[in-house]
């Protein structure tokens, strides 16, 4: 059992918006400390996509937006691409644990 | 560009005991001494897992999974981090990733397999 709370899949055809949700507590999200998405795709190494809730990395395109409020973050994907099919991780600090945390995934079908 | 490379990855047995390490190459501006530097676990088709962070001077943290069994360490001759496994469990298998933090995980190595099993 994750600490942040992912959906298992999202799905959507291509040229749509999809968002994933990322759900915390008041140790983790609702503390304040940012949250950061990382793309995955099969047999690949993890990539950071979003930091600090809402910031995108060089490189990465503007269709990937990130958004927090209270103990949930959200990734957005809009103008869906099929090369976008990948699995997708939420990550965070959790205080009580004193520990980095991540989401379970959401694997996104387009 | 600045690369972080893994290495050590292996079939050991339970038990057993291994030792990762993560170099830096492609850049003499990146110091494993002025990053904080982590190790990041994925076992074979599960999510991502924190394991490991070596802050500032010899400050570390880890999952409560491992607590008591792995050790992280640095070498700044030779611009590398390490990850000193004990008492392996068939649990611990997956690919461990080497990651320098900025907040987020910002920078990744290609993973080494560890795999326990007898």
């Known amino acids: 059992q994750s600490v942040l709370t992912q959906p298992p899949s999202v799905s959507g055809a291509p040229g749509q918006r999809v968002t994933i949700s990322c759900t915390g507590t008041s140790s983790n999200i609702g503390a304040g400390y940012g949250v950061h998405w990382y793309q995955q795709f099969p047999g690949g190494v993890p990539k950071l996509i979003i930091s600090g809730s809402t910031n995108r990395p060089s490189g990465v395109p503007d269709r990937f937006s990130g958004s927090k409020s209270g103990t949930s973050a959200s990734l957005a994907i809009t103008g869906l691409q099929a090369d976008d099919e990948a699995d997708y991780y939420c990550q965070s600090h959790d205080s009580s644990l004193n520990a980095y945390v991540f989401g379970g995934g959401t694997k996104v079908i387009v | 560009d600045v690369q972080l490379v893994e290495s050590g990855g292996t079939l050991v047995q339970p038990g057993g005991s291994l030792r990762l390490s993560c170099a830096v190459s492609g850049t003499s501006t990146f110091s494993v001494n002025g990053n904080y530097m982590s190790w990041v676990r994925q076992a074979p088709g599960k999510g991502l897992e924190w394991v490991s962070v070596?802050?500032?001077?010899?400050?570390?943290n880890y999952a409560e999974s491992v607590k008591g069994r792995f050790t992280i360490s640095r070498d700044i001759s030779k611009n590398s981090v390490y990850l000193e496994m004990n008492n392996l469990r068939v649990e611990d298998t997956a690919v461990y990733y080497c990651?320098?933090?900025?907040?987020?995980?910002?920078?990744w190595g290609q993973g080494t397999m560890v795999t326990v099993s007898s």
């Open positions: 990651a320098r933090v900025e907040g987020s995980f910002d920078l």
């Open positions: 070596l802050y500032s001077g010899d400050n570390a």
